[in-house]
């Protein structure tokens, strides 16, 4: 028995080190190959251009090509779950968000953002705001809201999905003020942007993928969800400030699917990090008044870990957590 037991521990020595020599030379190779970065709205959004300009810069320091795909839907979470099917090999990440997390207490998710992906940068964060049409009535939110209590029902908006911040947020306004919004999900902010310019909607709630329309003189900002007032827009007033005790924002963060080993999300981690200082990047940041709001994998895991707390609460309050 000795003998049997004796000869197991050394097969098992054996292939532990086997193993980990394979797993130290995959990662000392890595990558080899062009990597994928999968984004979860449509193109010409701020998530689009922000997520490009960084694996543009990013290529140069991983030494391979950067292979963006769109893949909207599901107000942002159709991305996300096709990264983590994925194999936990480094060739494909993709970006996330809050969104992920809302749909996941929605009951709305088929994978758990806390334990069925690997996290490797927080790189910045979504600046919310609300806006219509240069030519509607409404000059102000409180106007807005006035008009919709005396015509409940009539009034529609648009968001990048069910269940994103955008749309807590108008849910949230709708059960403080009393009025009754038409909600009309899209799958990205461009293709929301282009229904409001038409006509088809009355206002969107979104991203700053409003701001090149609003700067064109095209829309006009309500108000923004911050909580503080943007500095492109110091005019415009936040829900707080509007009287509407509210916030909502949402990082921005790279994820891939559970397992990747460590080593090569340091080197995926230290790529887009370094590709945060890039020209480009920062000049696309700067056109949507988004900020960098760097974090590292570890602290990633924490922030996600107690934004889901929040999350959670917001989602319960609002009754959402039944719309399944």
């Not at 088929?110 to 240069?134: E, K, Q």
């Amino acid at each position: 028995m000795n003998r049997y037991r004796h000869l197991l521990v050394g097969v098992s020595v054996i292939l532990s080190l086997v193993l980990g020599w394979g797993l130290t030379g995959w990662a000392q190779d890595f990558p080899a190959k062009p990597i994928t970065l999968v984004i979860p709205y449509p193109p010409g959004g701020s998530t689009d251009l922000t997520g490009r300009a960084m694996a543009n810069a990013a290529k140069n320091y991983l030494g391979q090509p950067m292979i963006c795909e769109n893949k909207a839907g599901g107000g942002g979470t159709v991305g996300p779950s096709l990264v983590v099917s994925k194999p936990p090999d480094g060739y494909t990440v993709g970006i996330s968000s809050g969104a992920v997390t809302i749909a996941w207490h929605m009951g709305k998710l088929n994978f758990n953002p806390l334990t069925d992906t690997t996290n490797i940068i927080r790189y910045t964060t979504y600046v919310f705001g609300m806006v219509v049409r240069a030519d509607a009535p409404w000059k102000t939110i409180q106007e807005f809201v006035k008009y919709a209590q005396q015509n409940p029902g009539k009034v529609t908006y648009g968001t990048p999905g069910v269940g994103t911040n955008p749309h807590l947020a108008m849910e949230e306004l709708s059960i403080l003020t009393g009025i009754q919004l038409v909600h009309m999900p899209f799958k990205g902010g461009a293709e929301a942007a282009t229904a409001l310019l038409g006509g088809h909607i009355d206002a969107v709630s979104d991203s700053t993928s409003w701001g090149p329309m609003v700067d064109a003189g095209k829309f006009r900002l309500l108000v923004t969800y911050s909580p503080q007032r943007m500095p492109r827009y110091p005019q415009v007033p936040t829900l707080r400030e509007a009287g509407y005790n509210m916030v909502y924002t949402s990082p921005l963060f790279l994820i891939g699917p559970k397992g990747i080993p460590k080593p090569i999300v340091a080197k995926l981690h230290d790529a887009f990090k370094k590709s945060l200082t890039d020209p480009d990047y920062q000049s696309i940041l700067k056109k949507y008044d988004m900020s960098d709001n760097y974090l590292s994998p570890e602290d990633l895991d924490k922030a996600i870990l107690q934004e889901s707390e929040q999350i959670k609460k917001v989602v319960q309050k609002l009754g959402l957590d039944k719309k399944q």
